[in-house]
């Protein structure tokens, strides 16, 4: 039978620290979805996920930065809006789609 590999004596560094978890709240505090954020540091949302489970003050920031984000979102649709009236119609039919959807 093949002999035990001997354990890593270096073990892999972990993506998530200091950096890392800033600039993914800076990422979606401007609009940025998770799996973009995750692609950007080279590693899988569930990485990003498994370290709000680990930490609740990150999970507490990510979830602020998410909110702040689609506040971000918001607003630039708002602005859009006073220029184009194509954007408060896809904005409502997104929305609200229950009233302003498109019947076919």
């Known amino acids: 039978p093949p002999s035990p590999q001997p ?5 892999r560094p972990r ?3 200091e950096i890392t ?3 993914t709240c800076d990422l979606l505090a401007h609009g940025a979805t998770l799996n973009f954020v995750a ?3 080279g590693c899988s949302k569930r990485t990003i996920q498994a370290e709000a489970r680990r930490d609740p003050e ?3 920031d990510l979830e602020r930065a998410d909110t702040e984000g689609a506040i971000t979102v918001l607003r630039q649709f708002h ?3 006073r220029k184009n009236w194509r954007a408060s ?5 997104e929305r609200f789609p229950e009233r302003f959807a498109r019947r076919r």
């Open 89 to 93: 119609k896809w904005f409502l039919q």
């Open 7 to 11: 354990p890593n004596p270096m073990p």
């Open 15 to 17: 993506i998530m620290n």
């Open 39 to 41: 692609h950007f540091l």
């Open 58 to 60: 990150f999970r507490a």
């Open 21 to 23: 978890r800033a600039i």
């Open 79 to 81: 602005e859009a809006s």
